[in-house]
Structures are given as structure tokens and as C-alpha cells.
Nanobody, 114 residues
């Protein structure tokens, strides 16, 4: 089973940027599509970006044009570059395979506020 550790969150001003990282362990990492999810207070967890094993990305409409997902299979790491951040991006961000079950990590808190 893949183990996941998210990092890189923090407090930023509107319009700012953050780069999240997800370090994964497990032999199946490189063959699985990975996603970044977020959960804001009072809302359900949602998939905001996904990336196939070959590196093809997809994005939710709410983040398209602002976020970029990437992966480095040699490092077993998935990244989320977040630009032009808005207060509504405030949430706990998690990475997790899109199509298989794995243990959820602790997530990393992103807070966008002036």
C-alpha cells in the first residue's frame, strides 16, 4: 500500500503562490494516476487536479489556469504549483491515487488571507 506525506502548505496573501509536495512510498506509485484533493470547512473533499502515470494532467474548472500538477516518478513525488491564490482556495490539501485505495496522509493546510 502507498504511504503519502504532504508538505509545503502555509499562509499566503491573495495572489500569492505555493508549491505543495507529496512524497509517496510503495512500489506501485509510478503506475498509478495521482490526484490532489482539498477539503475546506463545511465542504466535501474534492479532486482539484489529477495526473496520469505518463504525466498527462487534468484540472477542476475552479483551478484551471492557476494550478499545475506534475510528478517525478524517480523521486516518488507529486507536486502542485499554485499561483494566483484566492481566499476560496483555503483548505487542507491531500494527495491520493485516483483509482486505487491507499491510506490518506495528514494533509497540508493552505490558508489564503490578507
Amino acid at each position: 500500500q502507498v504511504q503519502l506525506v504532504e508538505s509545503g502548505g502555509g499562509l499566503v496573501q491573495p495572489g500569492g503562490s505555493l508549491r505543495l509536495s507529496c512524497a509517496a512510498s510503495g512500489s506501485i506509485f509510478s503506475i498509478n494516476a495521482m490526484g490532489w484533493y482539498r477539503q475546506a470547512p463545511g465542504k466535501q473533499r474534492e479532486l482539484v487536479a489529477g495526473i496520469t502515470s505518463g504525466g498527462r494532467p487534468n484540472y477542476a474548472d475552479s483551478v484551471k489556469g492557476r494550478f499545475t500538477i506534475s510528478r517525478d516518478n524517480a523521486k516518488n513525488t507529486v507536486y502542485l504549483q499554485m499561483n494566483s491564490l484566492k481566499p476560496e482556495d483555503t483548505a487542507v490539501y491531500y494527495c491520493h491515487p485516483v483509482a486505487v485505495r491507499a491510506g490518506w496522509g495528514q494533509g497540508t493546510q493552505v490558508t489564503v488571507s490578507s
